[in-house]
């Protein structure tokens, strides 16, 4: 996100009242290092598929915590072909930076603790105030670009989950796709670089390609 995303949030705000607060907690600075926005944004995965998160039992199925979905991303971070290559290191700390922000201002009693986004429940209701809440906000406000990156994001970490792309890329267990059935790549060899751009598994032979390159089943 650029420094106009970021106004055009803080002018959302704005409208929503909460310009009294602001002086006391902007920041057009990124948080500084991946390390401090990395429970931040195993908050937002886990809103996006819950699981058990900050030992909270959420949903007894397991989730993107436990699917490695943000030790996933950081390792594909420069690897992306576009259209998600927008997804780097600095958009993340920035988006993570934003969040906390969210949990700060739309969090009530106002200047409650300063809670960051990560420690605050799932809670997809005004009432609970939670990460799933915020996350509505956040897309209500949005529009344009930076929604579309923002929605772009959290679909792919939910692919992420269900097709064990940590799981894929490692020698951890496959978590996500037996939850639906989903037998993940074929093939017996792992591809340590596995991005959209590159082969996974084995080709189905029964694959063919039509005249205008469009890879297709018969």
């Not at 594909?76 to 922000?101: E, K, V």
Request: with cysteine.
């Amino acid at each position: 996100m650029d420094e106009v995303g970021r106004r055009r949030f803080l002018g959302g705000m704005v409208l929503l009242g909460a310009s009294p607060w602001l002086a006391s907690c902007v920041s057009f600075t990124p948080t500084p290092t991946m390390a401090l926005a990395r429970h931040t944004l195993m908050g937002l995965w886990d809103a996006i598929v819950p699981g058990t998160f900050n030992g909270v039992v959420e949903d007894p199925s397991p989730g993107a915590i436990q699917a490695g979905v943000q030790e996933w991303l950081e390792g594909a971070i420069g690897t992306l072909p576009a259209p998600l290559d927008y997804l780097s290191d600095w958009f993340l700390r920035a988006w993570a930076d934003d969040l906390d922000l969210w949990a700060n201002v739309f969090h009530f009693p106002i200047d409650d603790g300063i809670p960051h986004f990560g420690d605050l429940p799932l809670g997809p209701t005004l009432a609970e105030s939670g990460r799933q809440y915020k996350v509505m906000l956040m897309m209500g406000l949005f529009d344009g670009i930076i929604e579309l990156q923002y929605f772009g994001a959290m679909s792919l970490a939910k692919l992420a989950f269900y097709c064990d792309f940590r799981a894929e890329t490692s020698d951890a267990a496959r978590v996500g796709g037996p939850l639906i059935g989903f037998p993940g790549a074929v093939g017996t060899a792992r591809n340590p670089a596995f991005t959209f751009g590159r082969p996974a598994g084995t080709p189905d032979a029964r694959l063919t390609r039509t005249p205008d390159g469009l890879v297709a089943v018969p």
